[in-house]
């Protein structure tokens, strides 16, 4: 391999620091109205009255828009593919808010000043109702969140909106009951995870104009274009074939730019006024009003044999989408179907349970996507249920964990949202990741503990993770290769770089295919008028499902270009020898360079243009996994742990980009960090989100982060393009339970609350017990 | 009212509004390579360099640049053009939306200490959060720019 897992810089980084304009608002019209939102103070209310007469008379304002002026259409700002598995239980403007934060009216002005005092001179009555703040309380609560109609589900997802209920959902492998009373030793503990923030650096924007065609442009910081641009059609009821959505560079998404947020009102405002119109969201508005992480409830239950052979898992979750059932189902139902593999050799698991609803913000999409969740609680009690058996958790994991060529019976029953698809590990260096990573953390030399000094105490503690690689059967995405005059080409791809460097990985791959080097390979993304489809960045999607559709072009475009050179040579294309510059007809000694045959096409003999598009849709989701290795030292006198150390060892395939993998590890491993130990998450008693800016909610800083090892195992995913698996997500999901086993293994004590706070350490150590 | 200062080694007279942050002003005159990340002065995406130091422009008071040197990355392309070679052989640009600002700070610690450890690194560029990388490639490649000879 020439140009993939080769390092290679990222094709846009330069120009990106070199301060040229890419992002969203960097590409905004002049003059663009200002897009300023009225949100909702309380938890939840009924508008009984809105008069924006006196906003509508102020000078410089161009249109106010509340509930009254959007028809009844529910959907959902999900971002999925179509029929999604979330609820449409959202309008554009509705006479119920439903947490504070909420949309409730709408206004555009010359400047961001005339619309912010307009926001102030909307009058709004509100009936204010009883809110449902706590999640536990929210099932079959008199106060029912969504009461109206017209919402429904676009098939079976258990949605019972009367009993605030977004989702919900069972499934049996074997007879859990007989399982666990065979089993010799039963441990189960109660998990709770936090609302985490995605803290993309790069708030959420959009702008939209109408131009010459009369079409609606919209550039949006958006992980999902096409979505973006049917679900703006359905709801706003705007001609599909008028609308053209473009990303630019987008600064970071994480899953909290799956969704549409803005893009309806700047949409509404330059479709009635005709003018271009610009929404950037303030950091307050992203805490407070796009997305978060589902906060959960994790019962985890495991039985095993005294030898170590687990039997049996049993999970149950409540999971709390907030005030909109965006990703309800799905979330939920990774936690189970991206975590239970894991452990494929027991009798019998069952994974049910509810998503809620409740009057707080919206949770969505965020990398690791339930996945995160789930492993922390089951990673968790496999260490506690190692400490019963009086067994090394790594000897334990050893012994159950998934292999290759191994299968699970989950693969075929869950999905997202729907039946699954039963898969082999054709790929799965699981045992070399925790065999390397324990070689790198120097497991032998500290496990469990170590005393470094009076107070303080050194440990580690481990977790093993998988992931997927796109949906199965689901999504489809496509690639056009186009052949230019001088022998380049470019790629055009529906896949969605947000900042993860697919742009650079799919044009590796394209320029690997047609056998010539990354210069040559011009890429473009997400375009919805001149790039073919893809679903968008989201499900650990892009190099897996993206990429073979890329390969795909790759290769028929060198078919074609093979043929044509045979044209040239009077031969058959089977005695043509290519080598990605120069066409060869050994017998007849003749030759053609691929400059010169470009030429030819575009001037001279046979004139034609060469581009293909291809698509891919994956018949199977092969997992990356991997082992993280945290070391720690925790302050015995304050509770406070330093991470010291955290080793991540990855099999995602052939990592096509070593770097550019390594970094979407290291991102994720940080991101996980953060989750576990700072990100905490405040409401107060009226439902108001307390950490909503930098300050408050607080991400990991440089000074946080001492040392990261990340490696790669030698792994070749047949299935994958040139061997390759995803990595973006992988990355998130063992630092929670890999600290806090490490936390339990410093003193002895068990956190079962995100995140791990020095007071929650320093509790649970006086206590002795969990905290 | 209007201020005069010079931006990137030009001078330059501007017409600024009263309470104008000088973020808005520099974005309003298309000098959009200063981003927009937060209203808290957390984040550092809108740095830019006052007579040389890395301040928020966020917070900065457009009146009180008159009479000052300001430096955005377009005024030092060359040394950016260097951070970012490093940056991109150690995989250290993912999302690029802090990496304007990123550049501007580095090419500041290089003026005032460019033997800077990694703890000193860390204290100097404490304000520029970073979301997707995880830092330490940053640092990778910081010390590899700041070792450079040119």
Redesign the interface.
């Known amino acids: 391999m020439k140009v993939v897992n080769k390092?290679h810089?990222?094709v846009?980084?330069?120009g990106?620091?070199?301060?040229?304009?890419?992002?969203t608002?960097?590409l905004t019209e002049a003059n663009s109205l200002i897009v300023k939102v009225l949100r909702s103070p309380h938890a939840f209310a009924k508008i009984i009255k809105i008069d924006t007469s006196r906003a509508k008379a102020l000078e410089g304002v161009e249109i106010v828009l509340t509930h009254h002026d959007f028809k009844r259409i529910p959907f959902t700002r999900a971002g999925q593919g179509y029929p999604e598995p979330s609820p449409h239980d959202k309008f554009v403007l509705d006479e119920y808010v439903r947490y504070v934060g909420d949309e409730v009216a709408c206004v555009a002005a010359v400047d961001e000043k005339t619309a912010l005092r307009a926001l102030e001179m909307i009058d709004v009555t509100y009936e204010v109702l009883t809110p449902v703040l706590d999640f536990e309380k929210a099932k079959g609560n008199p106060s029912i969140i969504h009461p109206e109609p017209e919402i429904h589900e676009m098939f079976p997802i258990g949605f019972d909106p009367k009993n605030n209920v977004a989702a919900s959902y069972e499934m049996n492998v074997g007879t859990i009951q007989e399982a666990m009373d065979k089993a010799e030793v039963v441990v189960e503990e109660v998990f709770y995870t936090q609302a985490c923030a995605?803290?993309?650096?790069?708030?959420h924007t959009v702008n939209a104009r109408i131009d010459v065609m009369n079409r609606l442009v919209l550039y949006s910081a958006t992980q999902t274009p096409f979505h973006v641009r049917r679900i703006l059609s359905q709801t706003l009821e705007f001609p599909l074939s008028r609308i053209r959505v473009i990303k630019p560079?987008?600064?970071?998404g994480?899953g909290g730019k799956q969704a549409l947020h803005g893009e309806m009102f700047v949409s509404a405002v330059t479709i009635k006024t005709g003018k271009p119109s610009k929404m950037?969201f303030?950091?307050?508005e992203v805490f407070e009003s796009t997305y978060t992480r589902h906060p959960m409830r994790i019962t985890m239950k495991l039985g095993s044999m005294k030898d170590g052979t687990l039997k049996a898992i049993d999970c149950h979750i409540l999971s709390d989408t907030g005030a909109y059932g965006e990703h309800a189902l799905t979330v939920f139902m990774v936690a189970g179907s991206k975590v239970l593999p894991l452990y494929n050799k027991v009798d019998a698991v069952r994974f049910h349970g509810h998503v809620v609803y409740t009057n707080h913000v919206s949770a969505g999409a965020f990398r690791g996507y339930g996945a995160i969740q789930g492993n922390y609680a089951l990673e968790s009690t496999v260490d506690i249920l190692c400490g019963k058996l009086g067994m090394d958790p790594i000897i334990f994991r050893e012994k159950n964990m998934m292999k290759e060529n191994e299968t699970s019976p989950i693969f075929e029953i869950m999905g997202e949202g729907t039946a699954g698809t039963a898969m082999n590990m054709d790929s799965c260096k699981l045992e070399f990741c925790v065999k390397r990573g324990m070689e790198l953390i120097g497991w032998k030399e500290t496990y469990p503990r170590k005393q470094v000094s009076e107070h303080k105490v050194k440990a580690v503690g481990m977790a093993i993770a998988m992931q997927g690689s796109g949906i199965p059967y689901i999504d489809m995405g496509a690639a056009t290769i186009k052949l230019n005059d001088d022998g380049f080409y470019n790629l055009l791809v529906g896949a969605t770089e947000?900042?993860?460097?697919s742009d650079t990985v799919l044009a590796q791959i394209a320029a690997e295919g047609l056998e010539t080097t990354l210069d040559k390979v011009i890429v473009y993304s997400s375009d919805s008028d001149l790039t073919p489809f893809d679903p968008g960045a989201y499900a650990s999607s892009t190099t897996y499902v993206s990429g073979n559709a890329v390969l795909k072009a790759a290769n028929e475009m060198k078919r074609q270009l093979i043929q044509e050179a045979s044209h040239v040579f009077e031969c058959t294309p089977e005695e043509v020898e290519y080598d990605g510059e120069t066409f060869l007809h050994p017998e007849k000694n003749q030759k053609i360079t691929l400059k010169q045959l470009s030429n030819r096409l575009y001037y001279n003999h046979g004139q034609k243009q060469l581009m293909v598009t291809e698509s891919y849709v994956g018949t199977k989701s092969p997992p990356p996994f991997m082992a993280g290795f945290a070391e720690i030292e925790v302050d015995l006198e304050t509770g406070e742990v330093d991470l010291t150390h955290y080793v991540s060892v990855v099999d995602c395939g052939v990592p096509l980009?070593?770097?550019?993998a390594?970094?979407q590890v290291?991102?994720?491993?940080?991101?996980g960090v953060g989750m576990t130990l700072y990100e905490g998450v405040h409401y107060s008693t009226k439902g108001v989100l307390a950490t909503n800016?930098?300050?408050t909610y607080t991400?990991p800083?440089?000074?946080e982060?001492k040392?990261?090892t990340t490696e790669f195992a030698e792994s070749y995913e047949a299935s994958g393009p040139f061997g390759a698996k995803s990595v973006g997500e992988i990355g998130i999901d063992t630092p929670p339970a890999a600290i806090s086993n490490a936390i339990y293994n410093a003193v002895g004590a068990r956190i079962t609350k995100l995140p791990i706070t020095p007071e929650a350490i320093l509790r649970a150590i006086r206590t002795g017990g969990t905290s | 009212m209007k201020i005069n200062f010079v931006l990137n080694g030009l001078p330059k007279t501007w017409v600024i509004a009263p309470g104008e942050m000088f973020l808005d002003t520099l974005r309003n005159h298309h000098i959009t390579s200063v981003k927009r990340g937060c209203d808290s002065t957390s984040c550092g995406v809108c740095t830019i360099l006052l007579d040389g130091k890395p301040v928020p422009s966020c917070a900065l008071l457009s009146i009180r640049v008159d009479g000052h040197v300001i430096t955005t990355v377009e005024g030092i392309a060359s040394e950016v053009e260097k951070i970012a070679n490093h940056f991109g052989e150690e995989g250290a640009d993912q999302c690029g939306f802090c990496n304007p600002s990123m550049a501007l700070t580095v090419y500041a610690l290089k003026m005032e200490n460019k033997h800077a450890t990694d703890e000193e690194i860390k204290a100097y560029l404490m304000g520029n959060l970073c979301r997707c990388t995880g830092y330490i490639a940053q640092h990778k490649a910081i010390h590899k720019y700041l070792g450079d000879e040119s």
């Open positions: 390092l810089p990222s846009d980084g330069k990106i620091m070199m301060g040229r304009p890419a992002y608002d960097d995605h803290a993309m650096m790069e708030p560079r987008v600064g970071g994480f950037v303030t950091r307050n947000i900042g993860q460097g980009n070593p770097k550019l390594q970094g290291e991102g994720g491993i940080v991101q800016d930098f300050l991400i800083t440089r000074d982060i040392r990261l």
